[in-house]
């Protein structure tokens, strides 16, 4: 699914050029889409400790440790801010949740919310682990 999803933006965003992006030729392109919980199903809220939840947490940080180095970053970035792109998914380097954030989005909204403690909980890991990039937007 991810990989028909990164083969779309590529097809879309003609003016933002990210087919050298690490991501496209991944052999992982679902890390890009870590951590799109079911809220229907309450152990995979973001509020657990769950197995599920830190494999999760774990291909974030993954994606984001790929995406640091990335030469395609910024027009990413741009990427992630358009459309529904803003709403799913890692793109520059940044979660949904850090983009709804930026991007002045409601957090009341509880798709909105489980998304920026997502990304809370990816970048409190990272720093745990002394990993870089670990810094919020």
Known sequence: MA???????????????????????????????????DLSDPNSSVNTNSTAVQAEVDKAIVALSVCKGCPAKDNCLEIGKRGHQLYFGIYGGTMAGERLL??????????????????????RAMKERGISGSEAV
């Open 3 to 37: 990989k028909g999803m990164i083969d779309l933006y590529l097809s879309n965003d003609k003016d933002l050029d990210i087919s050298n992006g690490l991501c496209v030729k991944h052999d992982d392109p679902d890390l890009w889409f870590a951590g799109e919980v």
């Open 102 to 123: 930026t991007a002045g989005r409601s957090m009341k909204n509880s798709a909105n919310k489980q998304k920026l403690m997502f990304a809370r909980k990816v970048r």
